[in-house]
């Protein structure tokens, strides 16, 4: 098709000679059309943020498709309408529709990056359901769409607004492309587009069953599969079973486009669900006839088994036509059927383990049904391609047999014994997933990643899924438990403990309250406003780097990586790559004039390796070409010759080899004289072992990117960072050039959360180099497998501990060495590592403490800031010792915690002896809170205890749990402590520069960067309120290292207390400035005196610098403070755990944070709860696993659990502590942007309440060994015992 015409935001566009895999997504952010609304934040279909919606007639009717314009080929748009977030709106006259506005005034977002594609899902639902969407449809529209920084509180808000309830093949087959628009990127051919075959599109419904198109989607399909179960409300059908498992398959707007001939070819989930429910497709088998034109050879209807013989045979094309789903004759023997799905997040998520069921019963003897025949079928994941297995002998164990809860116990109990060899058997199909194209085992590759080919084949899936197979057997037996219980259910005949299963039930929208102080509304610096930047996020006109257009002649730029873990580099070799017409040039480390440095405090790494490659993903190139497909298929052509070194691939190898970052080796505190204390006690109880807390990925929805543009001798750098200066001066370093001929500018990023501290200088600097040999402009953004791979996350740790407290419960004695996983130079290990020790024994006074942090020297990507810095994993590690210890003593934990909490006066701060100087007390605490903070901690545990119900709610989880089997309860509370600023001082200073205008309006410049978490408005509040002038009259200017110079990066929760004292102090200024002015008008409004001051030659502009006092802390001598001030702060959760399978479901979370007098709680209460559900992810589903054979990190985007919005607590209750100031801080507030993570602690130590309970039914000890992430497969085997190991003597 060489044109194709179509409506786009209601005007009539044709588009020609294109190229046919060009994404919907590329075409509307290409520099013809311009519409950068549409977010490209994963390019994979899976978060939702380049939702678009198409309008299509069907029928004489409208019909409304909510679809990630990523997958969508532009190709598919031809006679649709396309409507972007654009619609209505131009960059110059913007209002929002009623959907926008209703985002805008919850403050649904923060970065806002997601925001145009949830208003995009809405707006097709709410017209697709003529305005009358459900509770239902809300939560089935929203399960493709991610947002990564609130939490999904605020986002709930704003939707509840909307209920009115009550290869190298020649020719590519495409159904609705969302594989193919990725994997024959670069192929060139013809392709037929099965969706544009009107006889593709029937669903016919009888009795016998469903016939479907080819080109059905997963979306119709489960549509029809609704109505049948409507209509039939009294049986267990095919259609039942699907409907249970369709809704948590991907994202609507994915559903909405993947055909059901697309699911069969590729063998997905889907597809099994078909198989075990006995489908069959019609097919039409095609060759070439002696006249080149196809001829059908032969027409049938296949068996699915079949269908994957057929389509592997190449001899012919087989082309699907139709799937026929059968349903039970009606007869006298009753059917059921069931399907479930097991999956470490509940919505759009991969499964883990799958399982179809079904069983005819007929009347035996003494009037029992009993077994005829039975389907018992599993799939566990082994990639896109899973094979659903069945086994004779297994189903054979269960014909003949009573339905009844004695045989169902008995078939359940051997059926682990018997799955777990059949499933390890099963093939990992999908590791090449037989297309004839090198896709990767994980699917998850991406266009943007052929350059990392060969270590996208390396499995090493062994090395990680050792425990699946034994959680798929022992979960698989439960699901067919909770099956039995279903049909039993249905036939009511469920009694006895089994009428405990629980059965999936679709969660309805989360129910929510929040608590704050009331500030008098002339106050602005406390009074609620929503972020400056909503309203242009929400009309998708708000411009991040990567919307910044390319001047003309601009290059793309793409890396070559290293895809060794350690290796001298023999030589690079472009040959091929340089051929490819419209490749301009590649540039590596003998191309840097400069310093060949960058990253992190310790400048230890190179831009592009020079001799030694120190991990996979280290950058060895970059090359540069007219457009981003050419410059990674050139990346790709560019042949590295390795010769491979001794790689260290994990934390305890590094420890084994002695392997370790240096200058971290006085990272140890002491307080009192611990091994004396273990040694002469013997009236301790001591408890000891070892664990690990995994990593974490920032999964910014912006994903890592900059643009360098050359201008005569300056270099003009858009970046998305948090840390402006950092890019200018590796850029000026590398380039060998004096700063002054540099600058970076940062509007605002699509969240940072530390990723995006000293991480972006890599690609600046390489974009640089590029620049600087072309001449031209180059742009180079990271495809999100590469940004997973290369960038770096949250450290992992493994704790050693040993704990002694008295028989009573008070704490004595603790020991402790953590090691974290550095990767292969330092970053900002050394003072995560700091923060990590310091604040180790979390809120709890212990008269005697040693801990030692090292950073362990990996040969994997370095680990960076992240949100927490370090924090997080000392709370996650301290309260699970705390857990341990409370078992170990018979006391319940909350009553541990409280009796020793910090209180006044108590000893807290630690101590060494100073061997250089006796007598002097070395001290690391707070310089603020120091004396008084632990009367807040008091304050806010018992405010939370009563708010939470706390002692009323663990009596009945305890009840619960003596009357449930199969389900159990856990709730815990936690408290929260946490420093405050940067450790160097030098770190904590601002900048401001504000100019009032002679019309009174305010620009106000300041050194930090917006990123989502309200900076700018709080910045623009700060000036308002000191100028005594509306908010309305300040913007915010992007910020830019020649205005606000030698800035500090906005991390360690300090971007506000810095850059706001700042601002405060210039408009301060200004106001000092026109005070004669305003003595001699005093009736004249601002904009009139500024106007006289102008005419009167007085200055209306200031800048100024601000900085915290000394805290002076040394490790060398260790003295001084490692904080400013402590956030305090505590969290309740209360969890259900489904002890057949490790689902966990979060009944109820209440939150308490100390933001001092909050400069705006709007803002503050958003980033509490985005920072809890961040450290619930990070605790509970979001895991990182790593090769031990290539180093390559495993984990990719498609199989990275980032919790959604059904992963959400069912409610949750948020407040911010009342009546607390901080005089000491800028208008007395306190920061709210780190501490929150820790509070998601409390899910996991709910969790582990419900593991204990069950464990103690089966006779286990109630002490186990709990890495993070405790995902679901985690907390089954823990259950079962089967936990890697389980605790000692308890
Ligand atoms: C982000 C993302 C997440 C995913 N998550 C999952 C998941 O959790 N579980 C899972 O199992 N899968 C998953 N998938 C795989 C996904 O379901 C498939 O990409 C999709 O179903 C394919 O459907 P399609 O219509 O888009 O097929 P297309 O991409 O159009 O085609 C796929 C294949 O089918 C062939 N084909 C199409 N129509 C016909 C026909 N009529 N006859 C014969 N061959 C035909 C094509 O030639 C091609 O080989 C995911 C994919 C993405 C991109
Ligand atoms: S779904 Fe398209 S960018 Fe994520
Ligand atoms: S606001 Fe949703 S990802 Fe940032």
Redesign the pocket.
């Known amino acids: 098709m060489s044109n194709i015409a179509f409506l786009l935001n209601g005007r009539r566009v044709t588009v020609s000679n294109f190229e046919p895999r060009l994404t919907l997504a590329e075409y509307l952010r290409s520099p013809a059309v311009g519409l950068m609304g549409t977010k490209p934040a994963?390019n994979?279909?899976?978060c939702g943020a380049c939702t678009v919606l198409l309008t299509s007639l069907k029928d004489g009717k409208a019909k409304y498709t909510p679809v990630?314009a990523c997958?969508f080929p532009l190709v598919s748009c031809d006679g649709m309408a396309v409507q972007t977030i654009e619609a209505g709106n131009t960059k110059t006259s913007r209002q929002l529709n009623c959907i926008q506005e209703k985002f805008v005034k919850h403050n649904a977002t923060q970065c806002g990056f997601c925001l145009p594609g949830f208003v995009m899902g809405v707006t097709a639902l709410v017209k697709e359901t003529q305005g009358h969407p459900t509770v239902d449809d809300i939560e089935e529209a929203m399960s493709g769409h991610l947002c990564r920084c609130t939490g999904y509180r605020t986002v709930t808000d704003a939707l509840r607004e909307f209920v009115t309830e009550a290869?190298t093949?020649e020719h590519?087959?495409?159904?609705?492309?969302?594989?193919?628009?990725?994997?024959y990127k670069n192929l060139q051919g013809t392709s037929i587009a099965?969706?544009a075959i009107p006889e593709?599109h029937g669903v016919a419904v009888t009795d016998a069953g469903m016939t479907l198109g080819?080109?059905v989607?997963?979306q119709e399909l489960l549509e029809a599969c609704r109505a049948y179960a409507k209509a039939h409300a009294d049986q267990m059908s095919p259609a039942h079973a699907l409907l249970e498992v369709l809704p948590r398959?991907?994202g609507k707007e994915?559903r909405s486009?993947?055909?059901?001939?697309?699911?069969?070819?590729?063998?997905?989930?889907?597809?099994?669900y078909l198989t075990g429910l006995g489908a069959t497709a019609a097919?039409e088998r095609v060759t070439r006839g002696a006249n080149g034109h196809p001829q059908v050879e032969v027409r049938a209807q296949v068996g699915l088994p079949q269908l994957v013989g057929l389509?592997q045979d190449r001899a012919a094309?087989?082309?699907?036509?139709s799937v026929h789903l059968p349903f039970p004759a009606p007869r006298a023997a009753p059917e059921f059927y069931a399907c479930y799905k097991l999956?470490r997040k509940v919505e759009?998520?991969?499964?883990l383990l799958l399982a179809v069921f079904r069983v005819r019963l007929t009347p035996g003897a003494d009037g029992l049904l009993v077994v005829d025949q039975c389907t018992l079928g599993f799939a566990k994941y082994v990639g896109?391609?899973?094979e659903l297995i069945r086994d004779a002998a297994l189903e054979a164990t269960l014909v003949g047999r009573p339905w009844n809860d004695t045989t169902a116990r008995e078939v359940a109990a051997g059926m682990p014994q018997r799955l777990q060899p059949l499933l390890a058997a099963t093939p990992s199909t999908d590791m090449d997933m037989g297309?004839g194209m090198d896709t990767g085992w994980d699917?998850?590759l991406g266009w943007g990643c052929t350059h990392l080919h060969g270590w996208g084949m390396d499995t090493g899936w062994e090395d990680t899924a050792a425990h699946l197979d034994a959680y798929c057997a022992t979960a698989g037996a439960g699901l067919f438990l909770r099956f039995y219980a279903a049909v039993a259910r249905h036939m009511n005949k469920l009694s006895g403990p089994l009428a405990d299963v629980r059965q999936p039930t679709r969660r309805s929208l989360m129910r929510d309250t929040q608590d704050w102080e009331h500030i008098p509304e002339s106050d602005l610096t406390g009074t609620r406003h929503t972020n400056i930047l909503m309203q242009s996020h929400a009309t998708g006109f708000s411009r991040f780097t990567l919307d910044i257009e390319l001047p003309a002649n601009g290059l793309y730029g793409a890396l070559v990586c290293s895809t060794h873990p350690h290796a001298r580099l023999d030589g690079i070799d472009a040959t091929e790559a340089l051929k490819i017409e419209g490749v301009v040039a590649m540039v590596t480390a003998r191309d840097i004039p400069g310093i060949n440095k960058h990253t992190g405090i310790v400048m230890d790494t190179t831009v592009f390796a020079d001799g030694e490659v120190e991990c996979v993903g280290h950058p060895i190139a970059l090359v540069m070409a007219t457009s981003q497909p050419l410059a990674e298929l050139a990346a790709s052509k560019v042949v590295v010759h390795y010769t491979d070194l001794p790689a260290i691939l994990s934390i305890d190898q590094a420890i084994a080899a002695n392997s370790y970052l240096s200058g971290l080796e006085s990272h140890k505190l002491v307080l009192g004289d611990v091994d004396a204390t273990f040694a002469g006690r013997s009236d301790l109880v001591v408890t000891e072992g070892h664990f690990y807390t995994g990593g974490q990925e920032h999964w910014y929805l912006e994903g890592q990117n900059c643009l360098v543009v050359p201008r005569d001798e300056h270099y003009e750098v858009f970046s998305s960072t948090q840390n402006p200066s950092k890019v200018q001066t590796d850029v000026a370093g590398v380039l060998g050039i004096p700063r002054r001929r540099v600058t970076c500018t940062i509007n605002h990023t699509g969240g940072g959360f530390g990723g995006k501290q000293d991480r972006p200088c890599i690609l600046a600097t390489a974009a640089a180099v590029g620049a600087l040999k072309t001449g031209r402009p180059v742009r180079l953004a990271l495809p999100r497998r590469l940004d997973f791979q290369m960038m770096g996350g949250r450290h992992p740790f493994r704790c050693d501990y040993k704990f002694g407290c008295t028989r009573d419960g008070k704490m004595v004695a603790l020991k402790v060495r953590v090691v974290t996983d550095g990767g292969h130079c330092h970053d900002t290990t050394g003072p995560v590592l700091d923060k990590c020790v310091f604040q180790l024994p979390n809120a709890y006074t212990i008269p005697h403490i040693e801990i030692e942090g090292r950073g362990a020297k990996l040969n994997h990507p370095t680990n960076t800031a992240f949100r927490g810095f370090g924090a997080p994993q000392h709370c996650a590690m301290m309260e699970q010792i705390v857990e341990e210890m409370a078992g170990k003593l018979g006391m319940a934990p909350h009553q541990f915690r409280e009796l020793n909490l910090n209180k006044p006066g108590d000893e807290i701060l630690f101590r060494e002896l100073n061997l250089n100087k006796p007598g002097d007390e070395i001290l690391v605490g707070s310089y603020v809170s120091h004396g008084k903070g632990e009367a807040q901690l008091q304050a806010i545990w018992d405010q939370l205890m009563q708010t939470s119900e706390f002692p009323r709610r663990l009596a009945e989880v305890e009840a619960f749990n003596r009357q449930h089997q199969y389900v159990k309860r856990g709730i815990s509370l936690i408290p929260l402590k946490n420093g405050v600023c940067f450790e160097e001082d030098f770190m904590n200073q601002g900048m401001a520069l504000v100019h009032v205008l002679a019309d009174g309006s305010v620009q106000v410049s300041h050194g930090g960067v917006e990123m989502g978490q309200g900076l700018n408005t709080k910045m623009a509040q700060i000036a308002a309120q000191t100028l005594g002038v509306p908010l309305d009259t300040v913007s915010v200017l992007p910020t830019c290292t020649d205005t606000c110079a030698n800035t500090q990066p906005t991390a360690a929760s300090s971007g506000t207390d810095l850059n706001g004292g700042a601002v405060r102090e210039a408009c301060a200024q200004i106001v000092r400035n026109l005070a004669p002015l305003r003595a001699e008008f005093p009736k004249a409004t601002f904009a009139e005196i500024c106007n006289k001051a102008y005419f009167g030659r007085v200055t209306l502009s200031a800048a100024s610098h601000f900085k915290l006092p000394t805290l002076g802390w040394h490790w060398d001598t260790k003295t001084g403070f490692s904080a400013f001030y402590y956030d305090f702060g505590a969290s309740v959760s209360e969890v259900e755990v489904d002890t057949l399978t490790g689902e966990f479901t979060i009944l109820r979370s209440d939150l308490l944070e100390d933001a001092g007098r909050s400069l705006n709680p709007t803002l503050d209460l958003t980033q509490v709860e985005g920072g809890f559900m961040q450290g619930v992810g990070w605790l509970t589903m979001e895991e990182i696993n790593w090769s031990l054979r290539s180093g390559a990190m495993l984990t990719v985007?498609?199989t990275y659990a980032l919790p959604g919005l059904a992963d959400t607590p069912l409610e949750l209750h948020t407040a911010l502590l009342k009546g607390h100031p901080c005089p000491e801080n800028v208008a007395g507030s306190k920061s709210s942007g780190e501490a929150p993570v820790l509070l998601g602690t409390s899910v996991l130590m709910a969790i582990r309440h419900a593991i204990q309970s069950a464990r103690a039914d089966r006779g286990l000890k109630a002490q186990f060994t709990m890495d993070t992430p405790l995902t679901i497969e985690k907390i089954k085997l823990a259950i079962e015992g089967q936990a890697p190991s389980d605790l000692g003597d308890h």
């Open positions: 994963c994979q279909g899976m990630n997958r290869s093949r590519a087959l495409l159904g609705g492309a969302t594989n193919s628009i990725t994997y099965t969706t593709f080819a080109a989607t997963v398959y991907r994915a486009v993947s055909t059901l001939a697309g699911e069969l070819a590729i063998g997905t989930e889907v597809a099994n097919v389509l094309v087989t082309v699907i036509t999956s759009n998520m991969h499964h896109w391609r899973s297309w699917t998850g985007p498609f």
